[in-house]
């Protein structure tokens, strides 16, 4: 069972579980208040090292409970899509501008957006700044509402072979790109060579898969619709990945 937030002894601090129990997940405190703004602390238990973490500040308590094990997606916004990028963020790009420190979650997608920034690993970030999930978020995240059926609907309900062969391709993308997505997140958060492998095993699955899906559609719509050269239309990759964020946040469940 997922923990909850209970407070604690007083009104001043709340606790993820219950100290010293499994799943345990660490607590918010609030460090000042009247007459000063009110402003509290998140700390997250770190199992492996077995003591806590400061890992964020927030204006009320509510908000410093999201710093605890928080989830931390790309902060990116596409334009073509009208949403920000709903994968895990791997890195955090930063820079100083007169004399403040901006900063951005990225996913390895969008690793290298920020020309000339420094890159931090998430949780190095999290735990020397904070971090507050979405923080500086304006506008969606998840991908505006696509008018297409699953891809497995659409499949069975292919009216031909060459078309149901597209959809089945377009199938096989889905599992690969949140793959991809999962072991970039998971070699970020623990950088060791026994996992670098399968990021680029994920890596080389997902870009044999998509290829394949490009082919059987350039295919189908030379052969159907005659029409040559025909890569796969946004609206197709958008489905894609959002087939692809469902089983990511199906696998964390
Ligand atoms: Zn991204």
């Not at 089945?168 to 958060?189: D, K, T």
Request: net charge neutral; glycine share 10%.
């Amino acid at each position: 069972m997922e923990p909850k937030w209970v407070q604690g002894g007083y009104d001043g601090v709340f606790y993820l579980g219950e100290e010293g129990a499994p799943g345990y997940g660490g607590y918010v405190v609030r460090s000042d208040g009247d007459p000063n703004p009110e402003t509290w602390f998140a700390y997250e238990w770190d199992h492996s090292k077995q003591e806590h973490a400061w890992v964020g500040k927030a204006p009320t308590a509510k908000e410093a409970q999201t710093a605890v094990k928080g989830e931390f997606l790309c902060e990116v916004y596409r334009n073509d899509r009208g949403a920000h990028c709903p994968f895990p963020g791997v890195v955090v790009r930063t820079t100083l501008y007169k004399g403040k420190r901006l900063r951005m979650i990225v996913c390895g997608e969008h690793a290298s957006v920020m020309k000339g920034w420094d890159g931090v690993r998430l949780d190095e970030y999290r735990t020397q700044y904070g971090l507050i999930p979405n923080d500086p978020i304006i506008g969606d995240r998840v991908a505006p509402p696509l008018d297409l059926p699953p891809i497995r609907d659409a499949a069975q309900r292919a009216d031909t072979v060459a078309e149901r062969n597209v959809w089945i391709a377009l199938n096989g993308v889905v599992r690969p790109l949140a793959e991809l997505h999962y072991w970039r997140a998971h070699f970020a958060h623990y950088p060791l060579d026994l996992n670098k492998r399968p990021c680029a095993d994920a890596y080389g699955h997902w870009r044999r898969a998509r290829e394949h899906a490009e082919e059987m559609y350039a295919c189908y719509m030379r052969e159907w619709h005659g029409r040559e050269g025909a890569t796969l239309p946004n609206e197709l990759l958008r489905l894609i990945e959002r087939e692809a964020v469902e089983y990511l946040a199906r696998k964390r469940g």
